[in-house]
């Protein structure tokens, strides 16, 4: 339809004169009003006479095409009388609107009832964008279920006109997203007459109108589900095939690593290559950085993690686009996240925060990459939420995420990764605030990715690991049992997949054990605990890693093997509760000291073999190699020992150790391992009964897991307020006080019935040889001193101590005790001791009794050296180290409790650290006596790894270790010292263990030192 023509207008106008008789449309059937020929008419009337709708607009109400206005209101006022409710809406508002001109310039045409209506109420006129938007939305949802391409291009027409109108008002975002949902209309009929990148462009419309509103905008919801309708439509961005994108998409579904690997390989070659080009540079650094953090979350690597950092941040020095410079800041703040995971640092977690909330130009938020920097975002705010509790940053996160699965097409290889996000967040919200319908969602979602048990992809692994938390989770809140049972058959799929994925693996096999434990399903918490410590914890803490890597790792597991002893011995399998052990505690340290192990008998089967295998060690051992020589190194390994295994009477070569094995630890004398889990408490009591190894199990009733944390706790705190100066005398009595009741609850809870049980519970006659008795605590009762337990009395003289019964030594596990007597002693006429003595100051309480330690070694015969103060550097203390059989060490140690691998000897100008000294491998290292603060108490952090200085000196070869839990008066050191060495010189010597006991005894009976704070600290470790 054109122009009108003039006998049309005088129609019109004639029909103003009469609205309630004559008004065009209102008095004809419906037939002919519903027609699409006529919409189509009336809709392209109205668009030739946009710009003169309103007086406004014109100038003046003589310029207003009124005969237009009219014809166009009366029709859709006939229309709003034919359709059925739900689809009249947009009719209505066209003809409220254009009414509303109408009644501005000629009331009296208004026709019935809304004349009167609008004589109560006038109605503003409204502005000619949102007269010509309604019309095009009128037609659009009239044309569509009909399939007409002409009625569906006019509305086009019509909204784009609106929104280029509405540019900079309230109503912007509306408009804008409905020319977004017509572009995408039309972009459906996929006809030669429809333009290209049609569906692109109403694609980045809806995302430019979703980007203006505000997160808590009612509007928001609809826009985003149909946002999500018209994205299912879209194909994937199109990604070429070799390039970084592509290998990371090819990664996300199937998980294979070497994908990673190669792809990092070929980046940094792009990088380091002289014809690269400043931008290309730019662009593969940033691959490069994700690639790396990619690797680092499936391998634990974290030189990969501080790579990906280094990359992206150093490229954000130099010239991006906007585009790129985005991206490379939501991919640094993801890799400050796990940097946080990994640390516990809240400066981490603020990086991370800085880098995606760092500003971006406004026209990036319509970009199709717009929804994975949200996702990235999002991530960061749900851990800000676990740290903090800010209710309204976990809402933000579910916000974004609920746009970035709207925004990103299905099949799109980061959507999962979305889906599963947006489900833990609303898990999260779900549990924070109790509502349901949260935690049902986020089951849904994790459902709609985890798929079939036969999918095995990242993404469906993730799904799983997380759906059957919120299954667990759900199932005790709701005491649903069917939610439980089936959040087992997750983590089990899981568990058991053939992937790379070890990590999601093990956290799954680990739930599954746990869950299958408070079902009191026994028979598979059993074979999920086998899964998880004999297959997948190898794996996670794989020797290719660096060894704060590895320790990263293990801090997610940890209590695991605590736990699945319990089981066993719930189970009433005592020995395999022992293997369970022995499997998950002291990994690292088992690992290593496999390293250092002799195989004469390998020497003399294969000579060849032996010689690759003591080379392949002693790379694995070494300071200062890259990860990929690691990597070199591990697989060496693995060959060797295969190779090894292969020859007769060598199939159990460099395995765990079994019953039999473990058994031998009682050759001679009992060992009592206390298994601390938040199931059960049990001392689990190894001991030679008709000639053969038995392990007998007590229980103890009186002790859980949060009362031994507690205790140990309020223990070290007490020792520490004790040796500080300035303590006042009324402080020091109620602390002791705290200190003996401490000792007494060891005493009644744990020591008095190991002791009773194994025949040991009385003190033994003065001069007679104490029995020896070796203890293995779990957890953080290795804080506490077990062999100073307080049997009988309260602490006055007189009082009875486990001392007082036994020769107590301590071992981190049976397997670090076997391996010290596996290693022969070196031979009496070759006893050679380096004593160091220094004061390394800088804030440090002085050390006053340097030269009486020094003076006390000398009782020990053979040839000694010494290093005094700056002649005890680093790095001249490790190579004496090197060539003697014993060593002093009188200098200040620093624990670090949160971080125990870095704790350290203070020396003349520097330190040595744990790590530095599990680098080394002693060949002939018999004992080490550390007259150092802390050198023997382990970390809060890892506690089951038993990481301190002592156990790193056992570590690089010392078969056996003096070492103190604590802090104590230095003056008394050169009088236990000195005993000590006196008995290690004698011709009947008892042994180190004997020696420090007898010591401890005479120590007791000098008035200053008969506290126990004094002399319990000091403790052997050893065979």
């Known amino acids: 339809m054109g122009e009108l023509r003039p006998e049309f207008r005088a129609a019109i106008r004639e029909a103003m004169t009469a609205p309630d008789v004559a008004a065009p449309f209102v008095f004809e059937p419906a037939e002919g009003v519903l027609r699409r020929g006529t919409h189509y008419n009336i809709a392209h009337l109205l668009y030739q006479a946009r710009d003169r709708l309103t007086p406004e607009q014109t100038g003046g109400p003589e310029a207003v095409d009124l005969d237009v206005v009219y014809l166009v209101a009366c029709y859709h006022l006939a229309r709003c009388q034919h359709l059925p409710e739900e689809r009249k809406t947009w009719d209505y508002h066209t003809m409220v609107f254009l009414l509303g001109v109408v009644h501005a310039l000629r009331p009296d045409a208004v026709p019935q009832p809304l004349r009167d209506a609008f004589a109560q109420d006038p109605p503003k006129v409204a502005p000619p964008y949102e007269i010509v938007h309604a019309v095009g939305i009128a037609l659009l949802l009239a044309s569509v279920p009909a399939e007409d391409q002409a009625g569906v291009t006019l509305a086009t027409l019509l909204i784009m006109w ?23 209309a039309l972009a459906d009929f996929d006809g030669d007459d429809v333009p290209v990148g049609t569906r692109s462009a109403a694609l980045h419309l809806m995302r430019e109108a979703l980007a203006m509103l505000p997160p808590g905008d009612p509007a928001r919801q609809e826009m985003m589900t149909l946002l999500m309708r018209t994205q299912a439509k879209a194909p994937p961005a199109p990604v070429a095939e070799g390039t970084g994108a592509a290998e990371v998409a090819h990664y996300m579904r199937d998980g294979n690593t070497e994908r990673l690997n190669t792809l990092v390989d070929r980046l940094r070659r792009a990088v380091d290559a002289s014809e690269t080009g400043e931008a290309e540079r730019g662009h593969r650094r940033i691959e490069l950085g994700q690639a790396l953090r990619m690797r680092f979350e499936v391998e634990g690597e974290l030189a990969d993690l501080d790579g990906s950092i280094t990359e992206l941040t150093e490229t954000l020095t130099g010239p991006l686009g906007d585009e790129e410079r985005a991206a490379a800041f939501s991919f640094l703040g993801l890799a400050h996240l796990d940097r946080y995971v990994s640390s516990g640092d809240l400066a981490d977690l603020e990086a991370a925060t800085a880098a995606v909330r760092h500003p971006y130009p406004a026209h990036l938020a319509a970009s199709r990459t717009h929804a994975r920097r949200l996702t990235n975002l999002a991530a960061v705010l749900t851990a800000r939420f676990d740290a903090y509790g800010d209710d309204a940053e976990l809402d933000e996160a579910v916000d974004h995420l609920q746009y970035a699965v709207a925004a990103t097409p299905p099949a799109q290889h980061d959507r999962p990764v979305m889906l599963i996000k947006l489900a833990v967040a609303l898990r999260k919200r779900g549990v924070h605030t109790t509502r349901d319908a949260d935690l049902d969602a986020a089951a849904s979602l994790l459902r709609q990715v985890a798929g079939d048990p036969s999918d095995t992809g990242p993404n469906q692994q993730l799904a799983r690991l997380e759906l059957g938390h919120l299954l667990s989770t759900r199932g005790r809140s709701r005491r649903a049992v069917a939610d439980l049972v089936e959040a087992v058959a997750q983590y089990r799929t899981t568990a058991l997949a053939p992937t790379q994925d070890v990590r999601t693996r093990l956290h799954c096999a ?96 294969s000579p060849r073999l032996a010689e690759r295998y003591e080379q392949v060690c002693a790379d694995l051992v070494a300071r200062q190699r890259s990860p990929e020589q690691r990597k070199a190194s591990a697989a060496e390994f693995d060959q060797v020992v295969r190779e090894i295994r292969a020859l007769r009477g060598f199939g159990h070569f460099h395995r765990p150790p079994d019953w039999a094995r473990l058994s031998e630890a009682a050759a001679l004398g009992p060992v009592a391992v206390i298994n601390v889990s938040p199931l059960r408490c049990d001392a689990l009591l190894l001991h030679r009964r008709s000639g053969r190894g038995a392990v007998e199990v007590l229980p103890l009733p009186g002790v859980t897991a949060d009362e031994i944390a507690r205790r140990a706790d309020a223990f070290q705190a007490a020792v520490t307020k004790l040796a500080t100066p300035g303590t006042t005398g009324g402080e020091r009595y109620v602390i002791d006080r705290e200190v003996k009741r401490t000792l007494r609850w060891l005493g009644d809870e744990i020591v008095k019935p190991v002791l009773a049980r194994l025949g040991l519970g009385s003190p033994v006659e003065p001069g007679a040889l104490p029995p020896r008795l070796w203890w293995c605590p779990t957890g953080v009762l290795s804080l506490l001193p077990l062999h100073a337990a307080l049997l009988e009395g309260e602490g006055r003289p007189g009082s009875v101590y486990a001392h007082d019964c036994v020769v107590s030594s301590y071992v981190p596990t049976l397997g670090s005790l076997l391996h010290a007597r596996d290693t022969p002693a070196p031979d009496a006429g070759r006893t050679s001791l380096v004593a160091v003595a220094v004061d390394a100051g800088d804030g440090h309480s002085p050390l006053a009794a340097l030269a009486q330690e020094l003076s006390a070694t000398e009782e020990l015969t053979g040839h000694r050296t010494e290093l005094r103060d700056t002649a005890a550097t680093p790095e001249a203390v490790l190579a004496a180290l090197r060539t003697h059989t014993h060593a002093h060490l009188a200098c200040h140690g620093v624990r670090d409790p949160a971080a125990p691998s870095h704790s350290r000897l203070l020396l003349h100008g520097g330190h040595v650290t744990l790590r530095e000294l599990a680098a080394e491998r002693l060949r002939d290292a018999e004992l080490a006596y550390l007259s150092a603060c802390h050198s023997a108490a382990p970390g809060h952090e890892l506690a089951d790894e038993v990481i301190s200085v ?33 008995l290690l010189a004698a011709p009947d010597s008892p042994g180190a263990a004997h020696a420090l006991h007898r010591a401890v005894g005479t120590l007791r009976e000098h008035p200053h030192y008969r506290e126990p704070l004094f002399w319990a600290s000091v403790i052997h470790s050893g065979p």
């Open 162 to 184: 609106a929104r280029d109108e509405a540019r900079g008002r309230e109503s912007e975002p509306s408009v804008t997203f409905n020319l977004g949902t017509a572009m995408a």
């Open 510 to 605: 680990a739930l599954w054990g746990l869950t299958c434990a408070r079902l009191k399903d026994l028979d598979q918490a059993r074979a999920a605990f086998g899964v998880a410590l004999a297959d997948l914890l190898p794996k996670l803490t794989g020797r290719a890693l660096g060894r704060e890597s590895q320790e990263t790792r293990l801090r997610e597991v940890a209590s695991l093997a605590n736990v699945a002893a319990a089981v066993e011995l719930t189970a009433g399998r005592p020995r395999e509760a022992l293997i369970r052990l022995e499997q998950g505690r002291g990994v690292l340290l088992a690992q290593a000291l496999r390293l250092r192990s002799r195989h004469d008998d390998l020497v003399a089967a």
């Open 950 to 982: 002592a156990s790193a000196f056992q570590l690089c070869g010392y078969r056996q270790v003096v070492g103190s839990l604590w802090t104590v008066d230095d003056t008394m050191g050169p009088l236990l010292a000195r005993e000590v060495y006196r």
